[in-house]
């Protein structure tokens, strides 16, 4: 049976991950990690937006994040006890692969590290 911490808990990933820009990320993570930098190209959105939005997802232990010479790397948390929740949600939505393969194309993958 479920109780209600693991109820209000479920409830704030599910919270978390219903922004779009946040689920796609997830998605993109679960292919291959990424930094900032790239999400930045991808989403088109400012420094401070990304990390705000990973920063989120990683103090909730979603994404963990790796430092790697100046740059900091994420990647899906796959030891989080929501790994699980999240592995499942992502079985329901489209892939985000052509994201990273446009990052490629355009030269911008692995840029940063």
């Known amino acids: 049976m ?3 911490k693991d109820l209000k808990e479920t409830a704030n990933v599910l919270k978390l ?7 796609s990320m997830v998605s993109m993570l679960a292919e ?3 930094c900032v930098c790239e999400f930045v190209e ?13 920063r989120k997802m990683r103090d909730l232990g979603i994404v963990k994040e790796q430092r ?4 900091v ?3 899906l948390n796959t030891t989080s006890e929501y790994y699980v929740l999240v592995r499942e949600l992502l079985k329901h939505i489209p892939s985000q692969k052509e994201k990273l393969e ?3 194309e355009k030269g911008l993958r ?3 590290y």
């Open 68 to 71: 790697k010479g100046q740059w």
């Open 110 to 112: 692995i840029t940063c």
């Open 102 to 104: 446009w990052l490629v």
């Open 2 to 4: 479920v109780d209600e």
């Open 17 to 23: 991950l219903g922004d779009k820009t946040r689920l």
């Open 42 to 54: 991808i989403f088109k959105m400012s420094q401070p937006s990304i990390s705000q939005h990973l």
């Open 32 to 34: 291959q990690e990424c």
């Open 73 to 75: 790397v994420y990647s």
